[in-house]
Each structure stands twice: as C-alpha cells, then as structure tokens.
C-alpha cells in the first residue's frame, strides 16, 4: 500500500499571502490529522477530519483552516501568512476512529514565510 | 489536558552501547502510547505502540518499551545500538476514551550514535 502523500514538499511564500496545501491518506483511511512541526514547539495538532467532519481542534488561530473531502484527501489553507507559520507540516491518517487507531506520517510540505 | 515529558533533549552514545530513553506523560484517564522515530531527512515512523495488554512491548529494528502505570512512564529501550540508530525519537499518547483523539507529542528526544 502507498503511504501518505504530500503535495507540495516545499513551498516558500511571502507574508500576508496564503497558502494550500494536501494530503492523500492511505487507501482505506477514512481519520486524517494535521500537525505542525517547528523547532521551538515541537510537533502540535491542528485538527482531525473523519468523514467530512472536523471532529478535534488544536489551538490555533482561525488563519489554519482545513477540510476533508468524500474521498478522505485533505487539504489545509493558512491565510494571511506570518513570519511563525514556518514549519513543516504534517499529516497523518487512520483506518477509522477507534480508539486503539495508529496513526501513519506522511513526509510534510515544508512552508516557509519570508 | 494530557502532556508528555522527554527529559533528555540530546543523547550521545558509542555503537554497541545500550540505550534507555524516558517519557513520562500527565493524564487521568487511559491512554495509549507511542514512540515515533524521525531520521534525517525522512517522515515519521511508528517504533512501537501500546494500547493495552502486556506492559512490556516490542516493536521495529529491536526496540522495546515498558509501559510502567504507577510512574506513568513509557521508556523506550534497546541493548545495542547501532550508528543507523542515529535519529530523534518522539514519545507520544492519546486518550483511549473518544475515539482518535489528537497525539500530544513529548518534545522529542536527539539521538547521536558515534562510530
């Protein structure tokens, strides 16, 4: 089975534009989890799409919006960009939300904001 | 809310010599526990996980950890390393109750193994 893809895997953007970016789960994974990664706070969850439906959130501002469509590939949008939203951003999917799911990475896009 | 601590920020280790990493985590409930390893340049793997059943749980490329409730600790280990062990390790739980539930990832673990 393929893993979880990616696209872009890196994208440089200026501040104040925004920016998309998606992700394929495995095939039969209907959960996908986003994450960001930066080295002063570590790895931190964005949000979780089941089915269409965002189901947890993070804590982040209402800039980082994402959606999950029929075929459970996911994109996420962060507007208004900031010189903070470098990162590299993952994603990771589930076979179903259960509670003994595992969660698979994908490689992360790579965002930078100049 | 849960939260997960990896006390060693950066290990360094000669080949052949045995590593023990530590995670603690803070949660009322059950959880679930992970350990991920990320090597340069690559994505996220799963080492091991446990969900339940015998503490003691092995995963890939010889690692192990024991879950140990009354510590609320998940230490990762493995009796010999090697240089290809080189990586850094993030320990990682979940709630049990809910369903899939976020990961609250510790900070991660740098681990450099000498030739």
């Known amino acids: 089975k393929a893993g979880v893809t990616q696209t872009p895997r890196y994208l440089i953007k200026t501040r104040g534009q925004q920016v998309t970016l998606s992700c394929s789960p495995i095939s039969g994974h209907r959960s996908v989890s986003w994450y960001q990664q930066t080295p002063g706070q570590g790895l931190q969850f964005l949000f979780e799409?089941?089915?269409?439906?965002?189901?947890n959130k993070g804590n982040f501002p209402g800039r980082f919006s994402g959606r999950q469509f029929s075929n459970s590939r996911s994109e996420m949008n962060v507007s208004t960009l900031e010189l903070g939203d470098s990162a590299l951003y993952l994603c990771?999917?589930?076979?179903?939300?259960?509670?003994?799911?595992?969660?698979?990475f994908g490689p992360g896009t790579r965002l930078t904001v100049l | 809310a849960q939260s997960v601590s990896q006390h060693n920020h950066h290990v360094i280790l000669s080949e052949a010599a045995s590593l023990e990493l530590g995670c603690n985590y803070s949660?009322?409930?059950?959880?679930?526990l992970f350990w991920y390893v990320q090597y340069p340049g690559q994505h996220l793997q799963l080492l091991l996980k446990y969900f339940s059943g015998d503490p003691l749980v092995k995963g890939i490329k010889g690692f192990e950890a024991e879950f140990i409730k009354s510590k609320f600790s998940f230490n990762l280990r493995k009796p010999s390393v090697q240089w290809s062990d080189t990586a850094e390790y993030f320990c990682?739980?979940?709630?049990?109750?809910?369903?899939?539930?976020?990961?609250?990832f510790g900070t991660g673990t740098r681990l450099t193994i000498i030739p």
């Open positions: 990771a999917s589930s076979f179903r939300q259960a509670s003994t799911d595992t969660q698979y």
């Open positions: 799409y089941f089915s269409e439906t965002q189901r």
């Open positions: 949660y009322g409930g059950t959880v679930n």
């Open positions: 990682a739980v979940n709630p049990r109750a809910g369903g899939n539930e976020k990961l609250t």
